[in-house]
């Protein structure tokens, strides 16, 4: 039972509403990445229904007629947004504050859910796509820097991974309204859903406070001492925490007499004063924060790199015909186990070291690569599909949650949102890369080698190099409290 005490030490009711809230921003990424995927043929005029006759077309007054081609500038046109709102939302976190931009998030993500929801048009749809695409790269930077500056730092491993968590929460609700809605005009309700989300997470946030590190960071330190006390609870020992903040530790009350004080209180000088915010080229220019950010970038590519989006974007092509189910339910299950297993997984960066389940997870996944490459050549139907569910399962181990919590503790405070920025535009850039390119190689690949599965040797081959990257140039963050314990004092003041 003392064990279990410990575990659970400073996760208060409060704390619990705050994460939850904040990762409906997240969700909502995952939602709208998947929101397209099953009612494609309905909503581009093909077909009237998934489950009807596939020669018979919806009415055009129901869907918004367009090729195969220009549904997927549609469909990729949502990662342009996400790359400006990872660049800009870093920065105003770290100037403006995160609870701001959590709120202007949730903003975003409605507007451009409405205008999709609304789009008479191809054009407006792309419009209403890529504002929902800023949204979501704005919400992949500030909900982990949120959580990471709320959750008590024996959780923050476990309570990082809720990001993940999420937005594979948004891909299974986006599929499952999908499966059951993708027919007429009803696949316009799916945009609908995602509106309200967005709705919902902007009133939420009203009810949250800013983060205290943020406070503390700006010269709010009694405010700090305040909101981060409520956090964790009555009678509940912050000392720890407030160490790392560099600003006068003393108890609220004491410093609310003192920022009442003379501007000549050298104290009072200290707390006020604004700190400079290191922007998105100055923390690639600092020498203490660039390994950090050689090592998020990298990270963030490895994620992408080793495959993940040609299973969750492409399965329904890929394992047409393994299993005797519809493509869309297929979608569904294949969502649903990423889910479990990520939640299943979530324990671990805080008790295995989140550089071990990154090894683990790059190791399985290029493994499956393998196993599922081979699998495909020689028509073994079974071992194809059981290589997709551990290529998922060995995901959800390390590079689908690490990356979002690493991002938050590999640097200081004043460098973390542009450090977030950079994480997030590689992701982004890297999952442009895998989306566009994968189907091309593919294709060309089994024209050269008349058959399928040749391009997971190659996602076999660069999850070996992402194993090597992160065997060298990451380190290990599990119970460090600063980025100065993470690197080491010679290091950072190198």
Known sequence: MAGFGKATEGITPYLLFLIATATVGTLQYGFHLAELNAPEDVMTCRRKS???DPDKPNDPANCIPMSKAVFGVVTSIF?????????????????????????????????????????????????????????????????????SEVAPPAQRGFFG?????????????????????????W??????????????????????????????????????????????????????????WNVDN????EQDRLLATTDNDSRVSALSSSPAHLGFLDVAKDHRSRPAIIAVVGIMAAQQFCGINSIIMYSVSLLKGLLPIHAALLTVIISAANLVTT????????????KTCLLISTIGQGSSSLVLAVSIIYHIKWLSAVSVLFFVAFFAVGLGPVPFILAAELVDTEAVGATQSWCLA???????????LFPIINTQLKKATHGDGHVYFIFAGLAALSAVFIFWRVPETKGKRSANEVWGREHRNA
């Open 50 to 52: 998934i489950f009807g």
């Open 79 to 147: 990662t342009l947004g996400g790359l400006i709102g990872a660049l800009y939302s870093g920065p105003l976190s770290s100037r403006r504050g995160r609870r701001p931009t959590l709120i202007l998030t949730a903003g975003v993500y409605a507007i451009g859910s409405a205008i999709e929801a609304l789009a008479p048009a191809v054009w407006v749809l792309c419009i209403g796509r890529v504002i929902s695409g800023i949204g979501a790269g704005a919400a992949t930077v500030v909900v982990p820097l949120y959580i």
């Open 161 to 185: 991974v809720m990001t993940q968590v999420s937005i594979n929460i948004g891909i299974l609700i986006a599929q499952s309204l999908g499966y059951f809605l993708s027919s007429d005009g």
């Open 187 to 244: 696949w316009k309700i799916i945009l609908v859903v995602g509106g309200a989300l967005g709705l919902a997470q902007g009133l939420g946030c009203f009810f949250m406070p800013e983060t205290p590190a943020w406070l503390a960071l700006n010269g709010n330190g009694a405010r700090a001492h305040v909101v981060l006390k409520k956090i964790r609870g009555k009678g509940a020992d912050i000392s720890l925490e407030t160490r790392e």
């Open 250 to 253: 003393s108890a609220p009350d």
């Open 343 to 354: 939640v299943a997984c979530s324990p671990l960066p805080d008790r295995i070291g989140r």
């Open 426 to 436: 590689s992701n982004w850039i890297a999952t442009f890369v895998v989306t566009l």
